[in-house]
């Protein structure tokens, strides 16, 4: 039992990817939490589609650069973001219906730009590779991680109140365009540095699923974003155990355990959870 | 005082509102009542700076945004928000920043606030555990620890019990007997006729009032 748990980390690129996807787990979740309370749970979808298109550019432009292919998804996926929230504005559309447009463009545009160079695979994209999480895509996480967490920290309050009531901070500070851009900003960031290790598209799933999960432990804002990290954590490192021991790719293992845990969340948490709705409060 | 010269509003492509002019003393309290669509909320929106004017101009003589505050109606905001009533209210607190702690003044006033809509005990309560009255009182304590001298209701009674409304509309008298300017939409008559000095009723067509020295409705 003990080989099956510690064996995965007797190897360095595991070990390297293990304190990628633990950099990953501390910055990604909290932002997972604000998405779900602005009802932006389809953002992140929308995103770690639209990132495509750019991180095929950069990997054409300079070759298979983890910063270069880093710049062009977190180009592609603030233009995204950006657009779809102008056009909803601007034709008095529902957002979500120019969302899902956005980012069935942007996932065709990605897939066909990586299919005209042969150096790229799809499949490593969308899904990771942690044999290929070398320094740069480590330092990556790791930066973004340092940067998303202070940022978060800073922009924290005003945050919270342009999520629970944008019309008040419009009418008292303003400036609620500027917070919600920065947020996506971080989101961004988040989205392209799991890309080399968990895929773009697995990437969201350690963002959401444990954010989405953590609403079933506690009833405070600060209390959700400890549990996500908590269970984004435990997701890594269960996932890399599973993936090495199954022999299934790092990413789906990750995911799918943040999946299992959310699942046992939503049937038997303290809070909103199936079981507490069918037990009667004394 | 506030000014609204010849005003017109539109929503979307439709002017709802137009050539109307005249005056809200300071310290009075109006009530604002229409049918549906008239542009009631439109135009207190106007008066908060948010809806912008089609034509003419509106003179806030010497109010600034943060002398402005606007309760509009609360039925939009995400109830299973995780957040506790202290909170709501303290984040409102007057000329916080995003980046200066909340002091113990901030703080007392804070729970002054909560106490003064009977929610003294509620304070670390969540939001999401709050009836709908008890939220409208959560949202009256975060207008008064905003400290304005333009306060802006939009329909701050619906979906509130006779005992909650009769509190509010105390907390309203406050304001008022403070000298502080305050502007109702409402629909309730009755509840105009007993509480409210001063009536605009908007009838979708161009009109004038002047100063109100006495007493009484208004049509525009």
Redesign the interface.
């Known amino acids: 039992m003990l080989d099956f748990l510690l064996e995965p980390f007797a190897l360095g690129f595991m070990r390297r990817a293990l304190a990628g996807c633990l950099a990953l787990s501390v910055s990604a979740p909290p932002l997972g939490v604000f998405l779900v ?1 602005r ?1 932006m749970s389809l953002m992140s979808d929308v995103l770690q589609h639209g990132v495509l298109p750019g991180i095929a550019v950069g990997a054409i432009a300079a070759g298979l650069s983890v910063w270069a292919m880093g710049l062009g998804g977190v180009a592609a996926g603030l233009a995204v973001a950006v657009v779809a929230g102008w056009l909803a504005r601007r034709t ?1 559309g529902r957002e979500d219906s120019q969302l899902a447009g956005m980012y069935l463009l942007a996932l065709a545009a990605g897939v066909a730009l990586i299919s005209t160079q042969h150096s790229l695979d799809l499949t490593h994209i969308l899904f990771g590779n942690v044999l290929a999480v070398d320094d740069a895509a480590l330092f990556g996480m790791a930066g973004v991680a340092s940067v998303t967490l202070p940022v978060l920290a ?2 924290w ?2 945050l ?2 342009e ?3 944008p ?2 901070m ?5 400036r609620g365009g500027l917070w919600h851009l920065l947020f996506l900003v971080l989101v961004v960031l988040c989205v392209v540095s799991g890309f080399v290790a968990l895929g773009t598209l697995m990437s969201v799933g350690l963002m959401m699923l444990p954010a989405i999960a953590a ?1 079933h432990w ?4 600060a ?2 974003v400890r549990v996500s990290v908590l269970l984004a954590c435990l997701s890594s490192v269960g996932g890399l155990i599973l993936s090495y021991n199954l022999d299934i790719p790092a990413g789906p293992a990750i995911v799918l355990f943040a999946g299992g845990l959310w699942v046992a969340s939503l049937l038997a948490g303290p809070r909103g959870s199936l079981w507490r709705q069918a037990i009667p409060e004394a | 005082m506030i000014v609204l010269d010849n005003i017109a509003l539109r929503h979307g492509t439709r002017i709802i509102l137009s050539g109307l002019s005249g005056r809200f003393d300071a310290g009075s309290q109006t009530a604002l009542i229409g049918a549906n669509g008239s542009g009631k909320t439109t135009l207190l929106r106007a008066i908060a700076g948010l809806h912008p004017l089609a034509a003419g101009r509106i003179d806030w003589d010497g109010f600034h945004r943060r002398d402005i505050a606007l309760l509009a109606q609360g039925s939009h905001l995400d109830r299973s928000f995780p957040i506790t009533c202290r909170d709501v209210v303290a984040l409102a607190a007057t000329r916080l920043g995003p980046f200066r702690s909340i002091g113990k003044d901030k703080l007392a006033a804070t729970r002054s606030a909560l106490r003064r809509v009977g929610l003294g005990d509620m304070e670390d309560r969540p939001i999401q555990a709050l009836s709908a009255g008890q939220f409208q009182r959560v949202l009256f304590a975060r207008t008064i620890v905003q400290d304005a001298r333009l306060i802006l209701l939009d329909e701050p009674f619906t979906a509130v019990d006779a005992d909650t409304t009769h509190l509010l509309l105390s907390v309203i008298q406050d304001w008022h007997m403070q000298g502080r300017t305050v502007i109702a939409v409402l629909h309730d008559m009755e509840l105009v006729r007993e509480h409210f000095p001063h009536t605009l009723l908007l009838t979708n067509q161009a009109g004038h009032w002047d100063a109100m020295p006495e007493p009484g409705l208004r049509a525009a």
């Open positions: 309370l009802r008095g800073l922009i309050r005003p919270v109140l999520s629970l009531d019309g008040f419009a009418a008292t500070a303003g609403r506690s009833d405070s804002l209390g959700q």
